[in-house]
């Protein structure tokens, strides 16, 4: 009876414990798949990461990477109110390996992080609503919340917050969910009992650097942006270089090669959330049909996709550089077509999927 009544003072005491325990559980609520706590600073060696990647020109026309570097190292540099960040992890594990795809060459392979909903909405929502119970149960603190696109450091936050580590392949591993959470964060001025960082579990696996196909890793934990299949299909706004356009093969948004090699997925399972249930016309669109897409017809398929960011040409580009890889003759006629686009980037990318082409075999 002691230890009861012991207990459930403990429990009503507000502590930076029982204040991390009380966000915890209602994150999961939420939905949330992996819950961590740090302190807002961060070691000097990502900032000194972060310049050598950004000395070697690795981010490519990602200028804004550059732009607040600073802040990104450094979250009082962005916040100086902030004392804790909570790190969020949430699970968007495929149920099969999206390498699969790759071998049918008349449909088109879109990376697993972009066949549902915008995660961007999804996350922000559940961060939101984390944050509106926050403010009311702890009146008088701040908080902030983030979701890729702020100068946030966030694998280095979350292997800090012990949601994972930082792998090979430089993206946060987790024991349970393997290489497939999204990340989000709340930075607070509420003081929260920090988690154990995550250790690097890597060991003497390289499997991720070995499955890269366009050799984007020029050492472990480090990557050379330009030369990444995301970075060309989502990010550059030109000409895809001749150099990738073979090793892309099929795939048409983002790539998936480095996390699907990790043995840590073992442990992972198919997303939970129903927005990040994938569109089952997402999961193999045919080439032919996509390439027939006018701006209308773009916006229309990706309402509410992230893919609907990158525009009509740059996705048009990207599926003809697919096509182009197929060896499909039946192909060549959507190609042909293509090549008198009004857009120049659209019709460069038809002339060099022609030219590689084969004819239909004479019967
Ligand atoms: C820019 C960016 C990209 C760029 C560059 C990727 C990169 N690795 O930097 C491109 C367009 C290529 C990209 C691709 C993808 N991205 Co991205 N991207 C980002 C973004 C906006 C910033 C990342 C960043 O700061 N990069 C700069 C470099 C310098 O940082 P870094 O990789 O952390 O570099 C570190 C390592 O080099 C490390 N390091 C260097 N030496 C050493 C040595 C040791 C021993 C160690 C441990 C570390 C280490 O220290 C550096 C600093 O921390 C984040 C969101 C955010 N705000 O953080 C999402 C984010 C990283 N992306 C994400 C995703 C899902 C992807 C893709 C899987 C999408 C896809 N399927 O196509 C791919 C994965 C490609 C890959 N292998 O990284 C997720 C990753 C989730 C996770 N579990 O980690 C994030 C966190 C978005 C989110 N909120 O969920 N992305
Ligand atoms: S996402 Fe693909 S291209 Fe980019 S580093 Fe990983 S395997 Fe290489
Ligand atoms: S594949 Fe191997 S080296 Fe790469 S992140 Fe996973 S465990 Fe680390």
């Known amino acids: 009876m002691l230890l009861f009544l012991q207990k459930k003072k403990e429990s009503e005491i507000d502590t930076p414990s029982t204040r991390a325990a009380a966000i915890r559980d209602e994150a999961l609520r939420l939905g949330f798949d992996a819950v961590g706590f740090a302190p807002a600073r961060l070691g000097p060696e990502v900032r000194a990461r972060l310049d050598a990647f950004l000395a070697a020109g690795m981010q490519g026309e990602m200028g804004w990477l550059a732009d607040r570097a600073e802040q990104r190292a450094h979250p009082q540099a962005l916040w100086p109110e902030a004392v804790s ?55 008088g603190s701040e908080l902030k919340v983030f979701v890729d696109t702020a100068p946030v450091a966030e694998k280095p936050l979350a292997q800090q917050a012990g949601l994972g580590w930082q ?24 003081d929260l009992a920090p988690s154990t960082p995550g250790q690097d579990h ?65 442990f992972a399972q198919a997303a939970r959330e129903p927005g990040l249930i994938p569109r089952e016309d997402l999961t193999a669109p045919r080439l032919a049909e996509l390439a027939a897409l006018d701006d209308a017809g773009f916006r229309a398929l990706f309402s509410g996709s992230p893919i609907k960011r990158i525009g009509r040409d740059r996705f048009l580009r990207n599926v003809l550089i697919a096509i182009g890889n197929s060896a499909e003759p039946a192909l060549r006629p959507v190609a042909e077509r293509l090549c008198a686009d009004p857009s ?20």
Not at 96 to 105: I, M, N, S
Not at 167 to 190: A, D, I, M, P, Q
Not at 215 to 225: G, V
Not at 229 to 244: A, M
């Open 85 to 139: 960040v909570i790190a969020l992890g949430m699970n968007y594990g495929p149920d099969h390996d999206p390498r699969d795809l790759q071998a049918q060459r008349e449909v088109g392979a879109i990376s697993v992080y972009a066949r549902h909903k915008d995660y961007h909405d999804i996350v922000k929502k559940r961060l939101k609503a984390l944050a509106r119970w926050m403010v009311e149960r702890w009146r």
């Open 202 to 266: 890597c060991g003497g696996c390289t499997r991720c650097l070995s499955a890269c196909p366009t050799a984007a890793f020029p050492a472990p934990y480090r990557l050379d942006a330009r030369r990444c299949i995301s970075y060309l299909t989502i990010e550059h706004k030109g000409p895809i270089p001749e150099e990738f356009r073979a090793a892309i093969g099929n795939r048409i948004y983002g790539c998936d090669d480095c996390l699907a090699a990790c043995p840590w997925n073992k």
């Open 344 to 363: 120049e980037i659209v019709a460069e990318a038809a002339r060099w999927a022609l030219a590689r082409l084969p004819a239909a075999a004479s019967t």
């Open 167 to 190: 792998g090979k392949h430089t993206n946060l591993v987790s024991r349970s969910h393997g290489s497939w959470l999204f990340l989000g964060e709340v930075y607070t001025t509420l």
